[in-house]
């Protein structure tokens, strides 16, 4: 098949240029907050809108964005939706058996005040999920928890997002830092590193906005001394080991010391006032239940984070790379008609690259087969009858329905936006500013998580097109590579992506635009906050 090559100019104005790649985005997000559609029917409605700036503008083959469009709904379905579904299945299997209220009252016994449980839940825990797992489970798992503990569904699912942050440059293992690093070939050490100057920082922010959203100043009056507690622990340990050992482990050890400093803390000390969200589903302070069905309750979650753990090993992930010994049981299946067909061009990439669009089918070493195993494992130790498998099987089913429809859709828009050139014109937009760049670097990495639901994409998006933009101007290439990851962390909660898992988590489906309005004003104020610091720092 011929090949297309990408254009990444079309008006011959770069600016103008860009403006015309953003009619997509600008699109969705109308659609989204202003009209109040649908996830799904605003990502169906972006697909075309997406698709029509590609051929008329772009002059990309019809075919090529068909075919770019279903390699987004793939990727959609496999790992996102799948990692979705089946951390759904395991929160409800714990509901069903019961489980979950020992779950409960194992959290309240560290502390009733609600606040503080989301510290706990949304901020440490999640984090810890995020450097294990990432991709989606972080959010799904947490939004499900707090709600459980009788947070409504969109305070829930928008804390647990804007909890995020938090973990977000770090997850799966480092891989948002060590990816980029690699595409650039520069020292991943070195840009984890530029990113402890700021994001430790940040973190513990995360930890004081959290409460100052649930009860305001009052909030965090009240609290001061434990949410000190929480959030410098975590950001001087995410520091010091992104500073020393790297990226890999920074969300994973920043988690387990900020969880137990917190624990610990709240054992010898109490807030003068207990808050709660409401009284519904309190916990029955009399209950007490011994350490070990606390422990049994909370095994599949234990179990999981061991999973997770183990699968996002080098040793582990080396068996199935190309030429490792179980590399034949990982698919990767060609997009026909797409796989090498689209040419990138510099200074998106040093020299002509053909663009793979492989999709990859991990079916025994991805994160949703260590849920699928953590599933089995609880169906066992919990006594799953067939029928209540069934009957949660059947439930999940429904409720995902407009969910996966939406985070298929989404991937769709995106992936034309990527393959069509579009992304690297808004790129090219902001490198091309010269002095100022370091100011609006932190933009590119947030419009590629905005585009793609990932920070590690949004690197392999820009990375390059950071590294070399930066020597052009005389700074530190690790510098502006960093600030990608740091800008694009700032996006993952007003991601459709991760709006969608999060909205499908907490039963918000449909509603997808109320929960994007909650996030999108922290999102932005953040991303101001790390390009002035870009600004002034690089």
């Not at 520091?239 to 790297?246: K, Q, R, S």
Request: hydrophobic share 55%.
């Amino acid at each position: 098949m011929n090949v297309w090559e990408q254009v990444y100019n079309p008006v011959s104005n770069i600016w103008f240029s860009a403006i015309i790649a953003a009619i997509p985005i600008i699109f969705f997000i109308v659609m989204l907050t202003v009209f109040k559609l649908k996830g799904y029917i605003a990502g169906l409605s972006s697909i075309i809108v997406a698709g029509v700036v590609a051929v008329l503008i772009y002059k990309m083959p019809a075919l090529l964005v068909l075919m770019s469009a279903i390699f987004g709904v793939l990727s959609g379905i496999w790992p996102v939706a799948s990692i979705v579904f089946a951390a759904i299945f395991l929160y409800k299997i714990t509901v069903k058996t019961g489980k979950f209220a020992i779950i409960e009252n194992s959290i309240s016994f560290i502390t009733a005040d609600q606040r503080l449980q989301v510290l706990i839940v949304a901020f440490s825990f999640g984090a810890f999920l995020e450097g294990a797992a990432g991709f989606g489970a972080p959010v799904a798992i947490t939004a499900a928890i707090l709600v459980g503990l009788g947070f409504s569904p969109i305070y829930a699912a928008s804390l647990c997002l804007i909890a995020n942050i938090a973990g977000g440059a770090y997850g799966a293992m480092g891989i948002p830092v060590t990816v980029p690093a690699l595409l650039t070939g520069l020292d991943s050490l070195a840009v984890g590193r530029y990113t402890a100057f700021v994001l430790p920082i940040v973190s513990v922010l995360v930890a004081f906005l959290l409460i100052f959203i649930i009860d305001g100043m009052k909030g965090i009056r009240q609290t001061f001394p434990a949410v000190l507690v929480s959030g410098v622990s975590f950001g001087l340990t995410q520091a010091i080991v992104l500073y020393f050992l790297g990226a890999e482990l920074a969300d994973i050890f920043a988690a387990i010391v900020s969880l137990v400093a917190l624990s610990v803390f709240l054992q010898i000390w109490k807030p003068k006032e207990i808050f709660r969200i409401s009284n519904e589903n309190q916990v029955d302070k009399q209950v007490k239940y011994s350490l070990g069905k606390i422990a049994y309750a909370w095994l599949p979650f234990v179990f999981l984070t061991i999973c997770v753990t183990l699968f996002n090993l080098s040793f582990f992930k080396n068996l199935f790379i190309p030429g490792g010994p179980l590399e034949k049981l990982v698919l990767l299946l060609p997009i026909p008609g797409l796989n090498n067909v689209v040419i990138k061009h510099a200074p998106i990439v040093p020299q002509d690259t053909p663009y793979a669009a492989v999709f990859k089918l991990d079916l025994f070493s991805s994160t949703t087969t260590a849920i699928v195993l953590t599933i089995i494992v609880a169906s066992i130790l919990f006594r799953c009858s067939s029928k209540q498998l069934w009957d949660i099987t059947k439930e999940t089913a429904k409720e995902l329905l407009s969910p996966v429809l939406t985070i298929c859709s989404v991937l769709a828009f995106a992936y034309i936006c990527t393959y069509s050139g579009m992304s690297s014109t808004l790129g090219l937009a902001f490198a091309s500013t010269g002095a100022v760049f370091p100011l609006f670097s932190p933009v590119l990495g947030w419009l590629g998580v905005f585009l793609t639901g990932s920070v590690v994409n949004s690197g392999s998006l820009f990375a390059p097109l950071q590294s070399v933009t930066a020597s052009q101007i005389g700074i530190a290439p690790e510098s502006m590579v960093a600030v990608n990851v740091m800008g694009g962390t700032m996006a993952k909660m007003i991601s459709p992506q991760s709006i969608a898992v999060a909205a499908a988590a907490v039963g918000l489906a449909g509603k997808e635009s109320d929960l994007f309005k909650v996030t999108i004003k922290y999102s932005l104020c953040l991303l101001v906050v790390i390009g002035i610091i870009s600004w002034l720092l690089f």
